[in-house]
Structure formats: C-alpha cells, structure tokens
C-alpha cells in the first residue's frame, strides 16, 4: 500500500500559480511513474501530467502543455506540480496517482490514489 498525500492547492487570481504537492508514505516511491489529474465540478476526472519512476520522462495533456510542469523528488518520496499562468478552466480538484505500467498507463490503471486537493482559479 502507498498513501498518498496532496497540498498547495488554494485560490488564486486568472495568470496566477500554485505549485502542488504529493508525499508518499513509502520509501518505494520510486518504483511507481506518477501522475496529476484533475476532476471539475460536475465533469470526468482527466489526465494533467506524468513522470517516469526515474524523472527522465514526462507526459502532458495538450490543455497543461507548456503551462504546467510536473516534478518529483525520490529522495523527499514527492511529486510537485508547478502550474503556471493559471486560467479559470483549471478550477477544479487535483489528485496525485502512482502506477507500476510505465507512462502512458491509462487511468482506470494507476494503483493509488491521493485525496486530492482543491484549485480555484478566479477571474
């Protein structure tokens, strides 16, 4: 089992950023690729970011891409995600996964799951 544990998550104006958090409660943080995603009120949660177990590889959902940046630190057992430029179409919950099947796994697929935590972005 891997717990998994998001912060950072706040209200901020439209152009704004926040950078979240994950923690993971095990030191095999580092066996598993990780990922971001992100449900709207009243919408389908949908892929943000991915990263590789070894941080190498990264993965982004056109919507995010080159506005977001997706990290992870194995010796702190972290994953960060910087979102920058924040528009109001990024209000939503955000939730941190981990996954053994590599990146590209799909998200019915990913292992663990965080609590997520709440993004407002207002205008």
């Known amino acids: 089992q891997v717990q998994l544990v998001e912060s950072g998550g706040g209200s901020v104006q439209v152009g704004g950023s926040l950078r979240l958090s994950c923690k993971a409660s095990?030191?095999?943080?580092?066996?598993?690729?990780m990922g971001w995603f992100r449900q709207a009120s009243g919408k389908e949660r949908e892929f943000v970011a991915a990263?590789?177990?070894?941080?190498?590889?990264?993965y982004y959902a056109d919507s995010v891409k080159g506005r977001f940046t997706i990290s992870r630190d194995n010796a702190k057992v972290t994953v960060y995600l910087q979102m920058n430029s924040l528009k109001p179409e990024d209000t939503a919950v955000y939730y941190c996964?981990?996954?053994?099947?590599?990146?590209?796994?799909?998200?019915?697929?990913?292992?663990?799951w965080g609590q997520g935590t709440q993004v407002t972005v207002s205008s």
């Open positions: 996964a981990a996954e053994t099947g590599g990146l590209g796994t799909p998200q019915s697929k990913y292992d663990y």
């Open positions: 095990r030191s095999t943080f580092s066996n598993y690729g």
């Open positions: 990263v590789s177990w070894d941080a190498i590889r990264t």
